[in-house]
């Protein structure tokens, strides 16, 4: 009798073990599903992510709990491998011509600020991206969904009349904070559901050019050029998504030749 107790208290514990280990291959098995679809979604190449989800599996192997939470996926891969993959994401948005070029001549500095100091954010309907006459912190780009900026003369001085404004994906909201102290002349709002945004910290962005004497200086040299133009210009003044008068190619024909 104390046999067969004995032997069936090891069969329940075997069956639960058992069980235990077929639940966690399929939490590892959604994890890794889901980390590669949130990883095509961002257009990451495919050698990526396949060297991606092997990493995941490998540590999920050593970290059961973490399988059951998507989020904590990617944290699991290595630090090396976080900033190929936030690299090849984020890339992409560098939309304007001199960050495009900081790219190409300290791409090290680049991987590292895509890693560090840009986010993706995800807005629903009628959430906030800033509220006018707030202090400009980062720069942001739409990457899929619908933003409306909307400026109103009761409170900016900006405009004489209400006006709303659809945003394009990939263009560059609130650049003007990259050159000069920015206060946001009117309001960023979500619609239309789900919408995901890049948003690339502005200090984060500015400590990484600083760490290269020739991108400090080009920048620097840039945003003085940019803030003479603007005071020197009679056209109408700049918002949030539209720099008119002081665009890049508008600023660049001025810039210092030395």
Not at 34 to 49: D, M, N, S, W
Not at 115 to 138: E, P, Q, Y
Not at 191 to 210: I, P
Not at 213 to 231: G, I, S, V
Request: net charge neutral; hydrophobic share 45%; proline share 3%.
């Amino acid at each position: 009798l104390l046999g067969t107790i004995f032997f069936g208290s090891i069969v329940s514990r075997l069956s639960v073990k058992l069980a235990q280990y077929h639940e966690n291959r399929r939490k590892s098995a959604r994890a890794v599903s889901a980390l590669t679809k949130y990883l095509r979604q961002a257009e990451v190449g495919t050698p990526l992510i396949v060297m991606a989800c092997e990493q995941a599996q490998e540590r999920m192997k050593i970290n059961e709990e973490a399988a059951s939470l998507d989020a904590k996926v990617f944290k699991l891969l290595p630090d090396t491998v976080q900033m190929s993959l936030h690299y090849e994401m984020y890339r992409k948005h560098l939309v304007h011509p001199l960050l495009r070029w900081w790219d190409a001549v300290d791409n090290t500095a680049v991987r590292l600020a895509c890693h560090r100091a840009v986010k993706g954010l995800v807005l629903m309907d009628s959430d906030r991206l800033f509220h006018v006459n707030s202090s400009a912190t980062s720069v942001y780009v739409l990457v899929r969904g619908t933003l409306v900026y909307k400026q109103d003369p009761a409170n900016s001085g900006h405009v004489t009349e209400k006006s709303e404004v659809a945003v394009p994906t990939d263009k560059l909201i609130a650049e003007a904070c990259l050159w000069a102290k920015w206060t946001h002349v009117g309001t960023m709002e979500s619609t239309q559901g789900r919408n995901e945004v890049m948003s690339f910290n502005l200090d984060a962005l500015k400590s990484f050019a600083e760490g290269s004497e020739l991108c400090a200086l080009t920048f620097n040299t840039f945003a003085a050029a940019f803030c003479r133009h603007l005071a020197r210009s009679t056209a109408m003044l700049p918002t949030d998504v539209d720099l008119r008068c002081a665009s890049f190619y508008e600023v660049l024909p001025v810039l210092p030749m030395e």
